[in-house]
C-alpha cells in the first residue's frame, strides 16, 4: 500500500537546479524542482534521522514528482505545444494572445506560442490561461578553490538560479511504512534543496504537508472514441526495444491500455532534450538519455472501447524511464481544447529593502556589465546556432571558397558602416554577382543550403541566397527570428534591462552580422567534398 504526500515549497534563499546544458562560464537551471532533487533532499534527511535510506525511497517503489510552480493556491502545469497565435501579438508580447491548437485548426500568418513555460486554468474562465515563468537570478562567484596553489586558476563564473520568494507544489508517493518518516523530514523548520548550500542557495520552507488519495496533476479523459491524446506533464525517457524512441510505439500503446483495434500514430508537437543525473561521489554524469520534453502532445488514432480503469492506471503510473524521479508524467486526453486566451499572469515582484541608491555612473556601470555580458553570452549562441545549421549541409559540386571568404572580409568590414550604407553595399555586390554572365556564383550561392531544425515546429532549408537576400530587404526567415529572440529576451538584473526597446533595432542587425561572419568562417575551416568525375 501507497500513501501520497501533497507539500509546498517556499524558497527562503535562491534555488539552483543545476541543468545538463552548461559552459566554461555559466551554469543553468531548471525552472520547477526535479522529482530528482526532492528525492535526495528527503534522502539527505532519512540518513541524518535514521543514519541509512530504506530501499524502498532508492528502488522504485517511491515516486518524487516534479514541483511545479504554485500560483495564488493554484498549482501550475506545462505550456502545452502546438497552440499558435498572431504573429504580431506574439512577438510584440502582448498580455493576452488569442490562440488555436494545429492539430485542430490551421491559420493564415501564425507562429507557435512558445512565450511561457508554464500555464494555470483561470478558475472562472474555462477558456482562460494564465501564462507564467518564474523568476531567476544571475550571481557572479569565483573558484578559489582549485587556484589554492596556482593563481592562474583563479576564474569566475556564474550562476543561474530561481529567484527566492517562488512558491512551488509537490507530491511524493511513498510505501505506507514510510509515510510518517517522511512527514517528519518535511515538517523540519528549514529544508535544503538543490546545490551551492555553502553559497547561499537552497534554502526553503515546506508548508501545507497534507496525504490525498491519488497524484493529479491534470485530469484524463476516460471516454476515448477515436482520436487520443497523450499530454507530457514531464519529461519522459521512452526506452523501447532498446532504443530511445520520440514518441509510444504503437504496439506498446495497444498493450498499455488494452486496444485490440487499430491504433496508429498520427502527429506530434514535441520537443527533445537531455535528461541526466550527477553522481556526487565520482563528481561526474551518469547515463544520458534524450528525452521528450514537457509540454509535448502526441496524437493517435485508435479503435475500440478502451477500459478506463486502463487509462487511469497509465496517467497514474507515467510511461517510459526513471519515474521515481518525476519523468514521464502523463494525461490521456480525447481532445486538445481550442480557441484558448493565454494572458500573463501578474505576480508581484519580491521587492528587498535596500539602502544602496545608485548614482547616474553607477549605472552607467551596469549597463556596460549587462551589455558585455549579453555579447559573450549572445556570441556562444550564434556559434552554436551556426554549427547546429552545418550538421546537415548540400554544397554545390563546384567550388565555393573563394567566393565565401570575399563575403566574409565584407561582413567583417561592414561593422565600420552605418546599418544603412552597408545593406546598399552588400545589395549592390549582390546585385553585380547576379548580373554576371552565366551567373555562376549565384546559383552557387542558392545551391549551397542548410537545414534549420532550431524551430521545434517546423524544419526549413536555407541557402546562403536565401539569407543574404533576406539580409539585405531587412525580411525574417527561421533563423533571423531565433537571432530575434535573442535579442527580446536580452539580460536583465533587477530594474535594469539590456537591450532596452530604443537598442534593439541595432542589436539585433549586429547580432545578424555576427552570425554571417560565424557562418563563413566555420564553411572556410569546412573540408569541401571531392568531385566525382
Known amino acids: 500500500m501507497h500513501k501520497c504526500i501533497q507539500f509546498d515549497i517556499q524558497a527562503l534563499e535562491p534555488l539552483k537546479l543545476g541543468k545538463f546544458e552548461r559552459d566554461s562560464n555559466n551554469e543553468y537551471s531548471y525552472s520547477y524542482i526535479p522529482g530528482s532533487v526532492v528525492k535526495g533532499a528527503v534522502a539527505w534527511g532519512l540518513v541524518e534521522e535514521k543514519g541509512f535510506v530504506p530501499k524502498e525511497i532508492l528502488n522504485g517503489s517511491s515516486i518524487f514528482y516534479n514541483a511545479y510552480p504554485l500560483l495564488d493556491g493554484n498549482p501550475a502545469i506545462p505550456m502545452m505545444q502546438g497552440y ?42 474555462e477558456k482562460l490561461l494564465l501564462g507564467y515563468n518564474p523568476g531567476k537570478i544571475e550571481n557572479l562567484h569565483i573558484n578559489k578553490k582549485d587556484a589554492l596553489n596556482d593563481s592562474s586558476k583563479l576564474k569566475m563564473f556564474r550562476y543561474e538560479a530561481i529567484r527566492k520568494g517562488e512558491c512551488f507544489r ?10 510518517d518518516d517522511i512527514v517528519k523530514i518535511l515538517s523540519k523548520d528549514y529544508i535544503y534543496f538543490g546545490g551551492s548550500r555553502g553559497s547561499g542557495y537552497g534554502k526553503c520552507r515546506v508548508t501545507g504537508i497534507k496525504e490525498v488519495s491519488a497524484v493529479c496533476l491534470y485530469e484524463s479523459d476516460l471516454d476515448i472514441k477515436e482520436d487520443l491524446y497523450i499530454y507530457f506533464l514531464s519529461d519522459a525517457i521512452l526506452y523501447y526495444d532498446g532504443k530511445v524512441n520520440t514518441y509510444i510505439p504503437e504496439n506498446e500503446l495497444k498493450e498499455m491500455l488494452g486496444i485490440e483495434g487499430k491504433c496508429e500514430y498520427v502527429e506530434s508537437y514535441s520537443g527533445l532534450g537531455v535528461a541526466a543525473s550527477y553522481n556526487t561521489l565520482y563528481r561526474t554524469n551518469t547515463v544520458c538519455y534524450t528525452a521528450v520534453l514537457k509540454g509535448s502532445v502526441i496524437k493517435y488514432r485508435v479503435e475500440g472501447k478502451i477500459n478506463p480503469d486502463r487509462i487511469k492506471k497509465l496517467a497514474s503510473e507515467g510511461v517510459g524511464l526513471r519515474r521515481e524521479d518525476g519523468y514521464g508524467q502523463i494525461a490521456v486526453l ?14 508581484n515582484d519580491i521587492v528587498e529593502k535596500s539602502d544602496i541608491e545608485l548614482t547616474d555612473e553607477d549605472k552607467r556601470v551596469v549597463n556596460m556589465i549587462l551589455c558585455n555580458i549579453f555579447k559573450t553570452r549572445s556570441k556562444l549562441q550564434i556559434e552554436k546556432m551556426v554549427i547546429e545549421l552545418l550538421k546537415d549541409v548540400n554544397r554545390p559540386q563546384e567550388s565555393l571558397q573563394s567566393q565565401i571568404g570575399k563575403l566574409l572580409n565584407i561582413f567583417q568590414n561592414g561593422f565600420y558602416q552605418t546599418e544603412d550604407d552597408f545593406r546598399k553595399y552588400l545589395n549592390e555586390y549582390l546585385e553585380h554577382i547576379r548580373k554576371k554572365k552565366g551567373k555562376a556564383v549565384w546559383h552557387k550561392l542558392y545551391d549551397f543550403t542548410v537545414a534549420n531544425t532550431l524551430d521545434k515546429f517546423r524544419s526549413e532549408r536555407l541557402s546562403i541566397q536565401k539569407m543574404l537576400e533576406d539580409f539585405v530587404q531587412n525580411k525574417f526567415n527561421s533563423v533571423f527570428r531565433e537571432i530575434e529572440n535573442i535579442v527580446n529576451k536580452g539580460i536583465t538584473l533587477g530594474i535594469y534591462k539590456y537591450p532596452v526597446e530604443s537598442q534593439k533595432a541595432q542589436v539585433l542587425h549586429n547580432l545578424k552580422m555576427d552570425f554571417f561572419i560565424s557562418f563563413f568562417e566555420y564553411c572556410l575551416r569546412m573540408k569541401e567534398k571531392e568531385v566525382i568525375s
Not at 506574439?90 to 492539430?103: C, E, L, T, W, Y
Not at 480525447?334 to 505576480?347: A, E, F, L, N, T
Open 334 to 347: 480525447d481532445k486538445i481544447q481550442d480557441d484558448m486566451v493565454v494572458s500573463r499572469y501578474r505576480k
Open 84 to 125: 499558435m497565435g498572431d504573429k504580431q501579438e506574439i512577438r510584440s508580447n502582448k498580455d493576452n494572445v488569442r490562440v488555436v491548437h494545429s492539430f485542430n485548426r490551421k491559420i493564415e500568418n501564425s507562429i507557435p506560442l512558445n512565450n511561457y513555460e508554464f500555464v494555470v486554468k483561470d478558475a472562472e474562465n
Open 170 to 179: 509537490a507530491y511524493i508517493r511513498v510505501p505506507e511504512e514510510h509515510y
